[in-house]
């Protein structure tokens, strides 16, 4: 359930401490495989990263809250543009756009990455299926690649081949995420799987629906998760491009991005009956590989 409502948390006065206090705890209140302004980011910069996760994930609650109707939805992210459209021209209520004012006008941040984060949140709610992988990717191109290059502006890396390194990780990242979460999307009627693949390897949506793991399934995913670490690597140059202050963040989120690729085949590519996770254990040998190297 949503619990942070518009006109609810609209009503009260916030300070611009509050606000990205709001931020924080909304963001440490969610889980997530990869690293969000962890202890390894200068403790100054991790309320901006707090307040663009913020906006990111009240946006994607609203995508996917049950009980909505597709027309609910969609006016739902209407209206969170509409705050966003006005927190730019210096009006902010809510808490996250309080916030999000003081990140994007110290840091000259432009309003169409957000925009096209939003464009991927509509898309969740009116696209269930995608024909082949360009359209996966074309996907992601608003879902992850914008939050990469807006926390490399955080950062003040504006170089657009550091960006485009930015984009081949940040797709990997969310490809890892389609392929770890399988069972979780058939739940909510999604699959991300590129349909014209699913057909390629013998395999098909009933076989999907009914959790049927086959060879063709497993070959199916083998190739998934090949072409996703192919682009791990290419964004890899990125880890060693940028400075001390964002570093360590990035090798422990690519080394995370890996390793649940890693997992995923050390099961077998069974993504069908478990959802492969970080245990506690593999996030601390992360962490001590992040300082190494």
Request: charged share 25%.
């Amino acid at each position: 359930m949503i619990t942070h409502d518009l006109k609810k948390v609209s009503r009260r006065s916030w300070t611009v401490p509050q606000a990205f206090q709001f931020c924080e705890h909304l963001t440490r209140d969610h889980y997530e495989n990869f690293p969000v302004a962890s202890v390894l980011v200068p403790k100054d910069m991790r309320r901006h990263i707090y307040s663009i996760y913020s906006f990111a994930r009240i946006a994607d609650d609203y995508a996917d809250e049950p009980g909505l109707t597709t027309a609910e939805r969609m006016d739902s992210l209407s209206e969170w543009e509409e705050h966003l459209i006005d927190a730019y021209r210096g009006h902010a209520h809510h808490p996250v756009f309080i916030a999000l004012r003081e990140t994007v006008d110290r840091f000259g941040i432009p309003i169409e990455l957000f925009q096209s984060l939003l464009r991927a949140f509509r898309s969740d709610v009116t696209t269930h299926r995608y024909e082949n992988f360009e359209e996966v990717l074309a996907y992601c191109e608003n879902s992850a690649n914008p939050i990469g290059r807006l926390i490399l502006l955080l950062f003040n890396y504006r170089g657009e081949s550091t960006l485009e390194l930015s984009d081949s990780i940040c797709t990997a990242l969310q490809l890892t995420n389609f392929w770890q979460d399988v069972s979780v999307d058939l739940l909510k009627d999604r699959v991300y799987i590129p349909l014209d693949d699913i057909r390629e390897f013998g395999y098909s949506e009933e076989e999907l629906f009914q959790h049927s793991f086959t060879s063709a399934f497993k070959d199916l995913m083998c190739y998934q998760v090949d072409r996703t670490r192919q682009m791990f690597g290419e964004g890899k140059p990125l880890l060693t491009e940028v400075g001390r202050d964002l570093r360590l963040e990035l090798r422990l989120t690519w080394k995370g991005g890996t390793r649940i690729l890693q997992k995923i085949e050390e099961a077998e590519y069974d993504v069908l009956s478990q959802r492969p996770t970080l245990s506690f254990f593999n996030k601390a040998s992360l962490l001590v590989s992040s300082f190494i190297g």
